[in-house]
């Protein structure tokens, strides 16, 4: 089978598609024929040794985290009822290959039967990040609450989770994702592209702001032209000193197993839209993250198998 591994810390350039055995059916396994994984930015700076503190890990190793799929084969101590089954899982040692041996039964998750595996495919790493950062700021319908970031994997649903809670959503975007991030439910919309403080002394003053990108050139801008707030950043750990009432800090924390049966509901009752920016088949995988990395995408980009 094919596996998408990193080598070193050169960066997407460092990227190897290799031949990898089959795995072994054992009785804790579930065999899943891999069909789509997220492109992470969390992924591309791994790749480029910059999360080193917060994620060791010991080259080579296979990039990714989250993945859908059909089980084919389960083991002796699997249910035999999940063999056809399309799930979600997640994979600590990896996702990008073409079969996962899932032995870990709570990162197994079926999907309900009218969510597709490409839609499932953007929970991992985006959904569960937005909820998380809903649960952790404690939002409610007294906030108002910026999103920088806000068409990408993690905005794109943040965004729908806000408006859930009754905040009132300022979204940073590009020009040209400017309607996107509308019609997810923003309130008001700032054009990064453009000067930044004529934009943010016209907008609604945010008590909360969520930052998924790490700009260190747009913290500054939040800080110098905003009043008190209190950010939480999923991309940075490098803040600007900030005023007295400004506070920030970073969080990667998790949203507990039952919270992704949650998601996963929302999706099919139709009260979460997953967006899919564009799907790459994974032999791709350079253009893939270079889009990721350097592009505006709206939504979720994915890797097909």
């Known amino acids: ?36 994984t997220p492109v992470l930015p969390y992924d591309i700076l791994t790749e480029e040794g910059k999360l080193k503190n917060i994620r060791p890990v010991k080259l080579p190793i ?16 699997r249910s035999a009822s999940l063999v056809g089954q399309a799930v979600l899982g997640a994979s600590p040692t990896g996702a990008a290959q073409e079969v996962i041996a899932n032995m870990m039964p709570p990162l197994l998750f079926k999907l ?22 809903v649960i952790e700021l404690n939002v409610t319908n ?42 997810l439910g923003a309130d008001e919309v700032v054009d990064y592209t453009k000067p930044l403080a004529r934009q943010l002394s016209a907008i609604s003053q945010p008590n909360k702001i969520v930052d998924t990108v790490g700009s ?62 564009s799907i790459i088949p994974f032999q791709q995988i350079a253009v893939a993250q270079n889009h990721v990395k350097n592009e505006p995408v709206q939504g979720r980009l994915l890797l097909a198998y």
Do not use: W
Request: include cysteine; proline fraction near 3%.
């Open 1 to 36: 089978m094919k596996t998408i591994k990193q080598t070193d810390y050169s960066g997407i350039s460092g990227l190897q598609i290799t031949d990898q055995p089959e795995p072994k059916l054992t009785p804790m396994t579930a065999l899943v024929q891999v069909k789509y």
């Open 112 to 133: 309900p039967d009218n969510v597709g595996l490409d839609a499932a495919a953007t929970l991992i790493g985006g959904a569960d990040a937005a909820l998380m950062t």
């Open 216 to 277: 260190g050139t747009l913290l500054n801008a939040l800080s110098t032209c905003l009043g008190g707030y209190d950010l939480l950043s999923l991309a940075t750990q490098k803040f600007p000193a900030g005023k007295i009432n400004q506070t920030s800090r970073f969080s990667n924390a998790s949203i507990g197993l039952r919270a992704y049966t949650k998601l996963l509901d929302l999706l099919s009752t139709g009260a979460l839209q997953a967006h899919i920016d």
């Open 142 to 183: 007294m906030d108002t609450v910026l999103v920088t970031g806000a068409s990408g994997g993690v905005g794109s649903y943040l965004i729908q989770l806000l408006k859930r809670r009754g905040a009132h959503v300022i979204a940073i975007t590009s020009p040209g994702n400017i309607a996107f991030a509308k019609s």
């Open 62 to 77: 296979a990039v990714g985290y989250g993945f859908t799929g059909i089980v084919t084969a389960v083991g002796a101590l």
